[in-house]
């Protein structure tokens, strides 16, 4: 499926090791920097108790919720270790410094 590209900012809007939280229509996506040139991006809701995941702590390719410190993949959205479950990973994309989401799968999953 050709996705459309929507600008978000810059990566030098987000901190190394941290996140900033884009509002969309449909969800709230928290994108994290990762390392120098590294950006994911899912959807800013906990799994456990919808804590806001762009307030957690950053650690290699995760975050640790806020509230009950549950640890969420930012690769697969999936959480880790003996909890169980997951958010949407949201496309991402980094193209010389400035990030693009695609919106599509947002919307296609919110209306399912």
Do not use: Q
Not at 33 to 47: F, G, K, L, S, W
Not at 58 to 76: D, F, K, M, Q, R
Request: charged share 25%.
């Amino acid at each position: 499926m050709d996705m459309n590209w929507y600008p978000i900012g810059d990566i030098s809007d987000i901190p190394l090791l941290g996140a900033r939280c884009v509002k969309t229509p449909h969800m709230k996506i928290a994108v994290f920097r990762t390392d120098e040139h590294t950006v994911h991006a899912i959807e800013n809701r906990c799994p456990h108790k919808g804590g806001p995941l762009s307030e957690g702590i950053v650690h290699g390719t995760a975050v640790t919720c806020p509230l009950h410190n549950w640890v969420i993949s930012l690769e697969t959205g999936r959480a880790l270790g003996a909890d169980e479950g997951e958010v949407r990973v949201i496309p991402i994309r980094n193209e010389d410094g400035k990030l693009f989401i695609a919106l599509e799968n947002v919307m296609l999953e919110a209306a399912e």
